[in-house]
């Protein structure tokens, strides 16, 4: 590391050694999008030398750039592929993240913090991102449901359908069931064209993106013919028990109170469920009462029931998304958050077992 002194500023010169390509590749993104977020969100040079990387900056800032992206290089030779919005959460929670690691005097990276344990499948190659997301996925390991609570972009929906697709492939379940309320068509969806998986599609679409991001075309297609997935609107589930089947009801937020109560008394012999919801997004009609509200009030410290909330620190969508957030908070617009995304990590989860 060299110093010296430019403009007032104390300008230092940290270098990460890379063993090979690949993990040059990795680290700073296939078309350096990673270089790119560095450069964007702080004002340190980034300089590919074969064999290394340079950061040049002003010394704090580059010694921070450096820890974070050394951290990142550890989980990379762990077998991980970072993202863009891995370095933003990194960048974000530095404080955090310093608790848990080892720094000399040379800010060289000593001892990476340990990456969260997951349960999911390694072949869907999908990984908690943040604290909030490792205490969602032991949540949903050691209860029977699960509900998720959070802003947009906190991974609700894709963490719940990586944990449905992971007991299917490991032979916990028999089948994925996958719902959710059609609060725009009145769950009256008789008039649209189709078989019911078509007439859903549109509302469901979120959980299908997720799905087709982890397995094959494909295996997919399969799974539905041979009835090892089923989708159907909320209005579909009543009067069914659903025995040896991995659940999610996604936007729960827009179910009503004896919406919820039905679903919930769905669940059979063997059977597991996710409920996600952001309860700062409710569509229900004035004077109704949102089912997930209610059933968070109502069933918390039941055992084997789990309540996680995630927190704005938990997004993992484009950094736009988390400036987003911030305005309408800002502007007083998410006030249903105040008692729930505002929460201490220490509060954030919990496990009813």
């Not at 996925?137 to 990586?162: D, N, R, S």
């Not at 669940?267 to 009462?289: F, M, Y």
Request: hydrophobic share 35%; aromatic share 6%.
């Amino acid at each position: 590391m060299s110093k010296y002194r430019l403009k007032r500023e104390t300008i230092s010169t940290h270098e990460i050694v890379i063993h090979n390509h690949d993990e040059l590749i990795k680290l700073l993104g296939v078309n350096g999008e990673i270089r790119k977020r560095v450069c964007d969100q702080t004002r340190v040079q980034v300089i590919d030398r074969g064999g290394k990387v340079l950061l040049i900056g002003e010394y704090e800032e580059a010694r921070k750039v450096s820890n974070i992206l050394n951290h990142l290089l550890f989980a990379v030779r762990k077998g991980y592929t970072p993202t863009p919005a891995d370095f933003d959460l990194a960048l974000e929670d530095y404080s955090e993240m310093k608790k848990n690691i080892v720094i000399e005097e040379t800010s060289e990276l000593q001892t990476p913090n340990k990456l969260p344990v997951s349960s999911l499948r390694p072949e869907i190659k999908v990984q908690p991102r943040s604290k909030g997301q490792a205490e969602y996925l032991e949540t949903v390991q050691h209860c029977e449901m699960t509900f998720v609570i959070g802003p947009a972009g906190t991974g609700k929906t894709y963490l719940a359908m990586a944990s449905a697709v992971s007991s299917l492939l490991n032979k916990q379940v028999r089948r994925l069931v996958l719902t959710r309320p059609a609060v725009e068509a009145g769950e009256n969806l008789g008039y649209l064209p189709g078989a019911i998986e078509e007439k859903v599609h549109p509302y469901l679409r979120p959980l299908y993106d997720a799905l087709y991001s982890m397995v094959d075309f494909e295996r997919v297609q399969r799974w539905i013919e041979q009835e090892r997935i089923e989708v159907a609107p909320l209005a579909f589930m009543r009067g069914r028990s659903l025995d040896h089947a991995f659940v999610i009801l996604d936007e729960a937020q827009n179910t009503t109170s004896d919406q919820m109560l039905m679903f919930l008394t769905r669940l059979g012999e063997g059977s597991r469920a996710i409920i996600t919801g952001d309860i700062t997004q409710i569509d229900l009609p004035k004077g109704k009462t949102s089912g997930l509200v209610e059933s968070r009030r109502i069933l918390e410290g039941i055992p084997g029931i789990g309540i996680v909330h995630l927190t704005k620190r938990d997004v993992v969508r484009h950094p736009l998304v988390q400036r987003i957030i911030d305005a309408y908070e800002a502007h007083g617009r998410l006030t249903n958050s105040d008692s729930v995304y505002h929460q201490s990590d220490e509060k954030r989860s919990e496990h009813r077992l």
